[in-house]
């Protein structure tokens, strides 16, 4: 596809049908190839969307109005600020309870797991010792290992040595 202004080979000038001139050129297809490709890309142009056009009007807006501060005597200003700080001391009870109860409950927790550990040690200590109690028992029954000594070869170099060593001393 090639874009500007050309003619096809056979020197006529591209039907001027859908697109403007110059444009689009399909260079090599047939007229209703051409024609339906055009067709297509002026189909699938892409306009903006409809909330991209939309206008404002002086008596609309797009922002929500400020809310102004109220002035109010001091007398009911007293009075919101204690209220203000009784429901945040409530608050700080109520949050440090839940932390207390969370933390015996992360104690009860880690305390059974202790218990647990403590249960499985004390489960291995008897093994063990059940083991050896059965290997002491077994243990006149076994045969005794026989040590081997190994022969020394001692070649005549080293009697030699041995005898030059003992007329030394």
């Known amino acids: 596809m090639e874009t500007g202004p050309s003619e096809e080979p056979s020197g006529r000038k591209e039907s001027q049908e859908m697109c403007p001139p110059g444009l689009l050129v399909f260079a090599g297809s047939s007229e209703q190839d051409a024609n339906l490709a055009k067709q297509f890309w002026i189909s699938a142009s892409m306009y903006p969307p409809s909330e991209s056009q939309l206008v404002l009007r002086r008596d609309s807006s797009q922002r929500l109005p400020v809310a102004r501060p109220r002035r109010s005597r001091g007398s009911e200003n007293s009075h919101s600020s204690q209220s203000f700080h009784l429901a945040s001391n409530k608050n700080r009870d109520i949050f440090a309870e839940a932390l207390k109860i969370q933390e ?12 647990t550990r403590e249960e499985i040690l004390q489960l291995l200590r008897k093994q063990r010792e059940e083991r050896i109690s059965k290997e002491l028992i077994s243990l006149p029954y076994k045969p005794k290992a026989k040590e081997h000594k190994a022969k020394k070869v001692v070649s005549e170099s080293d009697k030699e040595d041995q005898e030059e060593v003992k007329t030394l001393d």
């Not at 015996?104 to 218990?115: D, I, P, R, T």
């Open 104 to 115: 015996s409950e992360e104690k009860v927790k880690y305390l059974q797991k202790a218990k």
